[in-house]
């Protein structure tokens, strides 16, 4: 039962796409990701996902729209809903999501999907 400090913590890491759980109460977990690029398609389907920006500028893309963030700006994908992530330039992002889920959910990509559990 201590605070945990969110700069503190993205400044732990470098890597992009590889989630880390920072938090994890009943039953769902808070993950913390450096992003910059664009994630593959692909969706959950029983989850649904949480995406909070803390820094930079983060999209999520629907096949019939996109919804644009900055920081303190949220968005709640559904379960079995088709989307990609992306930025620009390097954001950092909060996911809140239930425990073990996959981050790339129906598909696994060599480069993307990754290790389920990482903590920091």
């Given at each position: 039962m201590e605070k945990i400090?969110?700069?503190d913590?993205?400044?732990?890491?470098?890597?992009?796409?590889?989630?880390?759980v920072?938090?994890?109460?009943?039953?769902?977990?808070?993950?913390?990701?450096?992003?910059?690029?664009?994630?593959?398609?692909?969706?959950?389907?029983?989850?649904?996902?949480?995406?909070?920006?803390?820094?930079?500028r983060f999209r999520v893309e629907f096949r019939d729209h996109v919804v644009e963030m900055g920081p303190g700006e949220?968005?709640?994908v559904p379960r079995g809903v088709e989307h990609r992530t992306a930025a620009e330039d390097e954001a950092e992002v909060l996911i809140f999501e239930p425990a073990e889920v996959r981050n790339t959910g129906n598909v696994i990509?060599?480069?993307?999907?990754?290790?389920?559990g990482a903590t920091i």
């Open positions: 400090s969110l700069p913590k993205f400044a732990r890491f470098s890597e992009q796409w590889r989630p880390k920072v938090a994890a109460p009943n039953g769902q977990e808070v993950k913390m990701v450096k992003v910059q690029g664009v994630f593959p398609w692909h969706h959950h389907e029983t989850e649904d996902e949480m995406f909070l920006v803390w820094r930079g949220l968005v709640v990509d060599d480069h993307y999907t990754a290790p389920q």
